[in-house]
């Protein structure tokens, strides 16, 4: 049975009355399986829909067709034991401020009718560096501690599930791998990680298998070492100091000064730098990498970006 099953998923919030605007396919029959012990990756850009996915994996939001289950536990039907299986950390930083962070932590076991569970919240305070924290009230905390504790929270009933929406975002390199380190050990142990990030180096040294979002659609679903074969194999990079002409900038991804070049052989890479030889310029720091998840989710974005028409009859769509 997968850890988590969705089933032609569609979600569509409906135009606000009164406003100008259509209605906003968010998700568009997405359908894929988690099975137990991966650690999967969703990726996508802004909007792509990753966070309507996870809110209606939650519960937080009702799906406008198709299903959702959680070992087996329909999201709908059977909605308080998919939620005990699941850990989510939201992409919202949302909290109570009158709590410490001890008590935010009881409160939420409480919720889940766990008493008496300070040792396992002090492994939790302790493996998100959070033990000196413990009585500190929770506006406090800056927003990267504020993170740590929410991540603390989704996982105080012990999850099978896990699943963090962009739980790097505003978090320090320490953290970033103090999360990480804990998240891999969790997922050693047998649960199941579900993972959005925009960090997508991250995503590569982590996530096994990855499903990457476009307007709402599965648009690539492989695994990771798979999605990096279909790549070109290598990458020209290298600094300049004016212009490319319009026929190359075309072709390359360009950072500020660094450019870069999809270059599959060593003909292909003199080829381009005759290229810019021949318009006058002067390429510094040339170097040739290896292609990463980044190429890849690029390239896969940038296929013929098809606005989705949005045909529906908007009486009965759920919000
Ligand atoms: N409550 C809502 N009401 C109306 N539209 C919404 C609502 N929530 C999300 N949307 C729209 O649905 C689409 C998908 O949004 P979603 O938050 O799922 O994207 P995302 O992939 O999580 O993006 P990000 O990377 O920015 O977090 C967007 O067009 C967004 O504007
Ligand atoms: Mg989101």
């Given at each position: 049975?997968?850890?988590?099953?969705?089933?032609?998923?569609?979600?569509t919030?409906?135009?606000i009355?009164?406003?100008t605007?259509?209605?906003?396919?968010?998700?568009?029959?997405?359908?894929?399986?988690?099975?137990?012990?991966e650690?999967?990756?969703?990726?996508?850009p802004?909007?792509?829909?990753?966070?309507?996915?996870?809110?209606?994996?939650?519960?937080?939001?009702?799906?406008?067709?198709?299903?959702v289950?959680?070992?087996?536990?329909?999201?709908?039907?059977?909605?308080?034991?998919?939620?005990?299986?699941l850990?989510?950390v939201?992409?919202?930083?949302v909290?109570?401020?009158?709590?410490?962070?001890?008590?935010a932590?009881?409160?939420?076991?409480?919720?889940?009718?766990?008493?008496?569970?300070?040792?396992?919240?002090?492994?939790?305070?302790?493996?998100?560096?959070?033990?000196?924290?413990?009585?500190?009230?929770?506006?406090?905390?800056?927003?990267?501690?504020k993170?740590?504790?929410?991540?603390?929270q989704?996982?105080?009933?012990?999850?099978?599930?896990?699943?963090?929406?962009?739980?790097?975002?505003g978090?320090?390199?320490?953290?970033r791998?103090?999360?990480?380190?804990?998240?891999?050990?969790?997922?050693?142990?047998?649960?199941t990680?579900?993972?959005?990030?925009?960090?997508?180096?991250e995503?590569?040294?982590?996530?096994?298998?990855?499903?990457?979002?476009?307007?709402?659609?599965?648009?690539?679903?492989?695994?990771t070492?798979?999605?990096?074969?279909?790549?070109?194999?290598?990458?020209?990079?290298f600094?300049?100091?004016?212009?490319?002409?319009?026929?190359?900038a075309?072709q390359?991804?360009?950072?500020g000064?660094?450019v870069?070049?999809?270059?599959?052989?060593?003909?292909e890479?003199?080829?381009?730098?005759?290229?810019?030889?021949e318009?006058?310029?002067?390429?510094?720091d040339?170097?040739?990498?290896?292609?990463d998840?980044?190429?890849v989710?690029?390239?896969?974005?940038?296929?013929?970006?098809?606005e989705?028409?949005?045909?529906i009859?908007?009486?009965?769509?759920?919000?």
């Amino acid at each position: 049975m997968p850890a988590i099953s969705f089933q032609s998923v569609s979600k569509t919030y409906p135009a606000i009355r009164n406003q100008t605007g259509p209605a906003v396919r968010a998700l568009d029959d997405v359908s894929f399986d988690i099975q137990p012990g991966e650690f999967f990756g969703l990726l996508g850009p802004n909007g792509a829909g990753k966070t309507s996915l996870i809110s209606i994996l939650a519960g937080l939001s009702r799906a406008s067709s198709g299903s959702v289950k959680v070992h087996g536990s329909d999201v709908l039907t059977d909605y308080a034991n998919a939620r005990r299986k699941l850990g989510v950390v939201p992409q919202e930083l949302v909290f109570d401020p009158f709590f410490t962070v001890r008590e935010a932590l009881r409160i939420q076991s409480g919720y889940f009718g766990i008493k008496h569970n300070d040792v396992w919240i002090d492994e939790l305070l302790a493996s998100l560096g959070l033990a000196d924290k413990a009585h500190a009230n929770m506006r406090q905390l800056s927003g990267g501690m504020k993170r740590r504790v929410l991540v603390a929270q989704a996982l105080v009933h012990k999850p099978q599930v896990i699943v963090l929406d962009e739980p790097t975002a505003g978090v320090d390199v320490e953290l970033r791998q103090t999360l990480w380190q804990f998240v891999a050990k969790l997922n050693k142990q047998g649960s199941t990680v579900l993972l959005t990030t925009h960090y997508l180096e991250e995503a590569e040294a982590l996530c096994s298998r990855i499903a990457m979002l476009k307007q709402g659609r599965v648009v690539a679903l492989a695994q990771t070492s798979e999605l990096l074969k279909a790549a070109s194999s290598n990458v020209l990079r290298f600094k300049i100091d004016s212009e490319l002409p319009s026929h190359l900038a075309d072709q390359a991804r360009i950072t500020g000064r660094i450019v870069q070049f999809p270059a599959n052989n060593a003909r292909e890479v003199e080829q381009y730098l005759a290229a810019i030889r021949e318009a006058g310029l002067v390429a510094e720091d040339v170097e040739i990498r290896k292609a990463d998840l980044e190429d890849v989710f690029l390239d896969v974005m940038a296929e013929k970006a098809v606005e989705v028409p949005v045909e529906i009859n908007l009486a009965g769509v759920a919000a």
